[in-house]
Structures are given as structure tokens and as C-alpha cells.
């Protein structure tokens, strides 16, 4: 494909692509998100196509392997568009089913609809289904819509028009003035305004300046970046080269996972598709504008997270966080201003853009505005990645999203940032999505894990389980941070085990103040969070281990 | 280089930009505990012993003065409630691993912290980093590195590098805090090289 030299030719492109689709064509969307793929989803695809084939019908019928579609929990997901059917936990031997009654006759195959398991109600299209009719998506909801090595998919659904604009339309000022204006925090964790990050990099001195996708999502429990990453790279991209453009930088790194191969490929793809196309490198759609990114990846330790730990991953050092009270915006990478943003930060700029701030900030709350994506895990019907407004409460997530708890169990509480977050007991459900309420109540977002606990839980063997993850994923450097989490690790393994001391609560909280004041990185100042959170709503069952 | 007035305990003192609060305090004679700096490394801000309280405008917050830049008319108290409760806590934590070191004990002696607090789990380390950070920025070796993660982590001598470089060496020996490195080393030489 010849490069893209102007906004106009992008237009063009884009026309040409569209005008080569028929809307009306059959096209089966398969996910191929973490979960799916983990069920099986090979066969199901391999089993289209093959069916395809014998029927003659490669002309009539796109198949389209995609990213997730959320629903991890009644995977592998199978959509029909035109229609817009939805098939849940599809087999191979449904396969040929599908195709000659849906297919062909335009008939819904009932047992592969979704059920409602309270209701016994069913709903044939994904519109109908409860798990996706009360989220508000406008960051996932291309995933079906796109094969994530297929960059026409993505100009297909109006994929770079953001660029073009911020490019051609708007000076880097404006670009970053439309950032602060929509007031978009921080997705990673911190909800630390972007924009006013952005600007400290644009004006800082330095010769370079480096632009980051954080997309190491250490976080367990915590699959929502994977998931638009893998599914939709450009999205992410797209974001990131905006973002430099309003910082001025010409060099960008993509931190990601050497672990989910599948995620590495399609940004590989993604990359070189975006070159070809005069997306991405020298001149960029002929603005003159030059921007490069490079791919990097962590060495398999939670803390190279961490961005001052993850800067000096990049530059060939161990991933330890650095001691310096020295923002990374204003000396990062190389010490030069570097703007690290995660995954789903960058996902939002585009639509940012494209739409503008008074459209993003009339979505949410007064102080958390657009949408968050969310991880659902734990004691869940539905388990599966969501986006929701802020704003939207708990109790909507858990039940009218989540589908409440399995098995019949009350809910006792909901645990938020996985394990250097906090849990909150059921009588906070009404509290809204926001990132100062909830950090507030002592459960801080995080990146968005959000995992449902039952009555059976144990809130000391659960805080026990984060410790002793973090145990050996802190890099090790601080005192507070490496001795603190051993020691508290340990006590909580003697009132886990029954082998409490009456005095363990009182050396807890002590240990847990140290380490939360005088560590050196995130980790360690909020590694104690969940056993705060614990002791500030549960603290009874700490006691009862140990009289 | 910009001279800066701060005050530290009570003293006005003059330091020059780009310094460090460790450096203003030492050049003062003030004298702050560290076990991980070495005037001839890059600062570390490992052990964080060398923590104190600062006031910029108003507020207060606690810092590690090793890396601390010096800032014009703030206030540094090295000694609090607050700082010492860190301090002794902090060497207890230590204490449970060389509970031996004079250096350790005499810290411990000043903030009242309990050499028997913590379960004793001898590694023969503290983790301060002077004999990585000395063989690599003073004798740009790299002969003894970190290895691991968290409590795991420790040192190690690479034993192609030792082989060459340690026995005419061994300048290390008198940095550690606990000296014990050379029991690690001596260990490690006869593993390696039997």
C-alpha cells in the first residue's frame, strides 16, 4: 500500500476501504481475548473456516478474529453481524449449526443465546444482554468490529481521524489544551491528571523528550489493557503519537509484557502497518511531523511497573525505581522529559480529540470524567472486562453488569487495585466509580481490577495471599519495602495459621506505617494498603485469629 | 554554583545547588545516620536510615536526605518522633539479619531499637549495595552484583570476573556494614573455584 500523504488522502483511504464493504454481508466475529483463546477458540475458528469452505461460501461470509469482547466468562463468543447475534460458549461441533440455520436461514439457534440465570429470560442480540446493555463503551466496543493485525478495520471505523485532526487542525497547544480541558486522569493508578503531566514534559528542557505506553498491567486480576492493547493496537497508538505531537517528542516506547505473545504480534503488526502507511515515522501523513516507536519489554517482575523502575528497564538496567525526588516528566528516560502514560490513558486522546473535551467531561463525575474499563473477577456470575461512566455505582457493576454473586452467597465486600489496593465491606455499594471517593474509603481503583469477595472469604488469608505475592516482586532495594513485607508476610502467615500473638495487630500497623512513609517507590508505600483496609473494616477477624 | 541558605536543627547553613540535604548536613557537621551512602558513590537511597523531616512552606513531609536536593530557606529537622520511630524500626528490621554488626548495634543503642524484635534470619546482608555499587562505579568491575528479587534477593560474585579482578582487590571488604562480605565471599570463592 502506497503511504498516506495528506489528510485528504487519508479520507480517500478511508472512502476506498469503506466503499469495497458491503454492510449487508455476513461477517462472524470470533473473539480471541485472553479468555476465549484459553478456551479454545482455535478450534472454534479453524472450524468456520473449514466449514466455510465445504459450503462454498468465502464470498458471501467474512470470518473476523478479533480482540476480546468482554464477556471472558461465557466464552468462546461468537457475533453474527449483520444481525448482530450473539453465541456463547461455542464449540466446534456447533460450528456447521450456525452456518447452515444462521447463516443461511437467518434462524437463531436458542440453546447458544444468552439465558438469564435468574430470569430464565434470553436475549439473542448483544444489545439485549444485560452484561453489555449496562456498560457505556466507547473504548472496547470496537473490538468486534476489528481484526487487530488489519489496519483498514480500523480506518474503517474511523480509525486515525483524531491524528489527522490534532495534525492538520489544531497546534500542539491546542492539542494539549484540549487534554487539560477534558480533565483525563491517569488510568494506571495514580489518576494523576495527563494533560498537566503532558505539560510539564513539553516544557521541560532537554534535547529529547520520550513518550511511553506503560502496558505492563502487573496487576493481578488486572486484564483490561491487555485486552483494548491486544484487541484494538492502533487505538493505543493513535493516542500515543497525539501525545507526542502536543508534547513534541519524536521518540516513543511501547512497555509491554514478554509473556502474552499474541499481544507482541499485533503490535509488531501494528507498527509496521502504520509506517506503511505514513502513519508513523518520518513526516507523518505529510504534516511533517516525525515520530518512531520502539518495543520494549519487562523482565518478568512487578515492579518494572513501576515508571521510574520501568525507565531504567529501558535503558538496559535492572528495573529498580529510582531514589530521585525528580519527576520522570521533567528527567526520565536517558534523564531527558519523558511522559508515561498506560494503556487505556492513551486509548482515550483520540476521542478526546476527535469529539472534544466539553463532549468527554460531560461523561462522569465532577472530578473522574469519561470511562473507566474495568477487570470483573472473584466471587462473580460474570466474570469479564466492562467500561462504565464514572459515576456508575458498585452495586451496578456487581449486579446489573457482574450478574451478581454465584452459588447463591451474600456478598461481604469488594476488593479494588489488587495487592497494593484496598477492600471495602458491602455497605459501600452505592458508592460511585470515582477515584477520590473510592480512594477515600481506602479501596483506590488501581488500574481497575476489581475483584468480588463472598461470605466464605477470609479477609486475613486474602491479605495474606497479596503480601506473600509481593513478598518477591518488590525489586528488593529499600529496607522498608523488602524487610517491612517479609515481616508483615510472616505475621500474617502465623494468625492465617493461628499462631497469633496478642501484640501482632499493634507490630502490623506499626510495620505497615514505616513501610508506607519511608519506602521508596509506590509499591512499597502502598504494598500494606489491602492489610489497612482490612484492619480498618475487618478488623474483628484479625482478633478472632489470634484470642 | 548558586549558593542556598537552608536551616538544618536550627542552624542556618550554606550549602550550594545541586547538593544533596546529607551533604548540606554533613558540610555543617550536623551528623545524619546512613548505612548505605558512601561520599565516593552515586547516592542510593536504599536503607532510607538517613531520613529526616522537611518543611517547605508550611509543610511537612518526611524525605531521605541522601537524595534530597537542597532547596532555598526550607526547613530540616533530622531528628522527630516521627523519624526516629522510622529509624528504629528500620534497624530492627535489620538487626534480625546481622544481628551482630557494632555498626547496627551502635545505631540501634542510639534510637532504642530492639536487637530481638523480628525472628532472626542471618543472611550475612543488609543490602546496603557499597560493594556492588563500589566495584562497579569506583572499579568499574562488576565483579559482585544483585541478584534476585525482593526477599530474595542477594549478593552474587560472578565467578569470571572474581577469578581475575577480586584477589588483588578485595577493597570491598571494609565497606560492608556488617562485615560479613568477605565470610560471603570467602564462601563463594570456595564454591566457585574449589
Redesign the interface.
Known amino acids: 500500500m502506497p503511504r498516506i500523504n495528506s489528510a485528504a488522502e487519508l479520507e480517500e483511504r478511508r472512502s476506498g476501504i469503506l466503499s469495497k464493504r458491503d454492510p449487508d454481508k455476513t461477517c462472524i466475529s470470533i473473539c480471541s481475548g485472553m479468555g476465549c483463546h484459553g478456551l479454545g477458540n482455535d478450534r472454534v475458528i479453524s472450524a468456520f473456516e473449514e466449514e466455510i469452505n465445504k459450503q462454498n461460501l468465502k464470498t458471501k461470509v467474512d470470518i473476523r478474529v478479533t480482540g476480546c469482547h468482554g464477556f471472558c466468562e461465557k466464552g468462546p463468543i461468537v457475533v453474527i453481524y449483520p444481525e448482530e447475534i450473539c453465541y456463547m460458549e461455542v464449540t466446534p461441533e456447533d460450528v456447521p449449526e450456525i452456518i447452515s440455520q444462521t447463516v443461511l436461514e437467518k434462524k437463531v439457534i436458542d440453546r447458544l443465546i444468552y439465558t438469564d440465570p435468574n430470569t430464565g429470560e434470553k436475549a439473542a442480540h448483544q444489545s439485549e444482554i444485560p452484561f453489555y446493555k449496562n456498560q457505556t463503551q466507547y473504548l472496547i466496543s470496537y473490538n468486534p468490529k476489528i481484526d487487530p493485525t488489519s489496519i483498514d478495520d480500523y480506518l474503517a471505523n474511523g480509525g486515525y481521524s483524531g491524528l489527522s485532526k490534532a495534525l492538520f487542525e489544531m497546534s500542539p497547544e491546542q492539542v494539549l489544551e484540549e487534554v487539560k480541558k477534558a480533565n483525563l486522569r491517569g488510568r494506571g493508578g495514580g489518576g494523576f491528571p495527563a494533560g498537566r503531566k503532558w505539560e510539564t514534559a513539553r516544557n521541560a528542557p532537554g534535547k529529547d523528550k520520550y513518550v511511553i505506553v506503560n502496558g505492563h498491567e502487573g496487576e493481578p486480576g488486572a486484564y483490561m489493557d491487555r485486552a483494548i492493547f491486544t484487541g484494538n493496537p492502533h487505538l493505543v497508538l493513535e493516542g500515543l503519537i497525539i501525545g507526542a505531537y502536543a508534547i513534541g517528542s519524536h521518540q516513543g516506547f511501547i512497555y509491554t509484557r514478554h509473556d502474552t505473545p499474541q499481544l507482541k504480534k499485533n503490535i509488531d503488526i501494528a507498527l509496521a502497518k502504520a509506517t506503511e502507511y505514513g502513519l508513523l515515522g518520518e513526516n507523518i501523513l505529510g504534516s511533517g511531523f516525525n515520530f518512531n516507536v520502539e518495543v520494549h519489554f519487562d523482565v518478568g517482575?512487578f515492579?518494572s511497573g513501576e515508571s521510574s523502575a520501568l525507565m531504567s528497564s529501558i535503558e538496559g538496567k535492572?528495573p529498580e525505581p529510582r531514589?530521585?525526588?525528580?519527576r520522570t516528566s521533567v528527567r526520565g528516560v536517558w534523564d531527558m522529559p519523558t511522559n508515561l502514560n498506560n494503556v487505556e490513558t492513551w486509548a482515550n486522546v483520540s476521542q478526546i480529540i476527535n469529539k472534544g473535551a466539553e463532549w468527554y467531561t460531560s461523561i462522569g463525575t465532577e472530578k473522574s470524567k469519561g470511562t473507566k474499563l474495568i477487570s470483573l473477577s472473584g466471587n462473580i456470575v460474570n466474570t469479564g472486562v466492562v467500561e462504565v461512566p464514572f459515576g456508575t455505582t458498585l452495586r451496578e457493576l456487581v449486579y446489573d453488569i457482574g450478574g451478581g454473586v454465584p452459588n447463591g452467597k451474600k456478598l461481604k465486600a469488594i476488593h479494588f487495585g489488587g495487592p497494593m489496593g484496598g477492600s471495602i465491606p458491602e455497605e459501600f455499594l452505592d458508592t460511585p466509580l470515582d477515584f477520590d471517593e473510592l480512594a477515600k474509603l481506602g479501596a483506590p481503583i488501581g488500574a481497575g481490577g476489581l475483584l468480588v469477595l463472598d461470605e466464605d472469604t477470609n479477609m486475613v488469608e486474602k491479605t495474606r495471599f497479596f503480601l506473600d505475592f509481593?513478598?518477591?516482586?518488590?525489586?528488593?532495594?529499600?529496607?522498608?519495602c523488602?524487610?517491612?513485607?517479609?515481616?508483615m508476610a510472616?505475621i500474617l502467615t502465623n494468625i492465617s495459621e493461628g499462631n497469633g500473638k496478642e501484640g501482632d495487630i499493634e507490630l502490623l500497623e506499626?510495620?505497615a506505617e514505616?513501610a508506607g512513609?519511608?519506602?521508596?517507590c509506590a509499591l512499597g508505600k502502598t504494598a500494606s494498603d489491602p492489610l489497612l483496609s482490612s484492619l480498618r473494616y475487618f478488623r474483628d477477624e484479625y482478633e478472632a485469629r489470634i484470642k | 554554583m548558586k549558593e542556598i541558605l537552608l536551616q538544618i536543627d536550627g542552624r542556618q547553613v550554606k550549602a550550594t545547588e545541586g547538593m544533596t540535604l546529607l551533604e548540606a548536613a554533613q558540610s555543617a557537621d550536623i551528623f545524619i545516620p546512613t548505612l548505605c551512602h558512601h561520599e565516593k558513590l552515586e547516592p542510593y537511597g536504599g536503607c532510607r536510615l538517613c531520613i529526616v523531616e522537611v518543611e517547605v512552606n508550611g509543610w511537612t513531609k518526611l524525605v531521605v536526605s541522601c537524595v534530597y536536593p537542597v532547596e532555598e530557606n526550607i526547613i530540616v529537622r533530622t531528628r522527630s518522633e516521627k523519624v526516629d520511630k522510622i529509624r528504629k524500626m528500620i534497624l530492627e528490621l535489620l538487626l534480625a539479619h546481622a544481628p551482630d554488626s557494632l555498626q547496627l548495634q551502635a545505631f540501634a543503642k542510639e534510637y532504642g531499637a530492639d536487637r530481638d524484635r523480628f525472628e532472626k534470619e542471618a543472611s550475612f546482608c543488609i543490602h546496603c549495595g557499597l560493594c556492588v555499587r563500589y566495584c562497579a562505579e569506583v572499579k568499574k568491575k562488576h565483579a559482585v552484583g544483585f541478584v534476585n528479587s525482593g526477599a530474595r534477593r542477594e549478593i552474587s560474585f560472578i565467578p569470571e570476573i572474581a577469578a581475575k579482578e577480586c584477589n588483588d582487590c578485595k577493597e570491598c571488604f571494609e565497606l560492608c556494614p556488617t562485615s560479613y562480605l568477605q565470610a560471603v565471599f570467602v564462601l563463594t570463592e570456595a564454591l566457585a573455584f574449589p
Do not use: M, W
Open positions: 517482575i515492579v535492572n531514589p530521585k525526588y525528580i509481593l513478598v518477591n516482586e518488590s525489586c528488593g532495594k529499600c529496607v522498608p523488602r524487610e517491612g513485607i517479609r515481616q510472616k506499626e510495620i514505616v512513609t519511608a519506602s521508596l
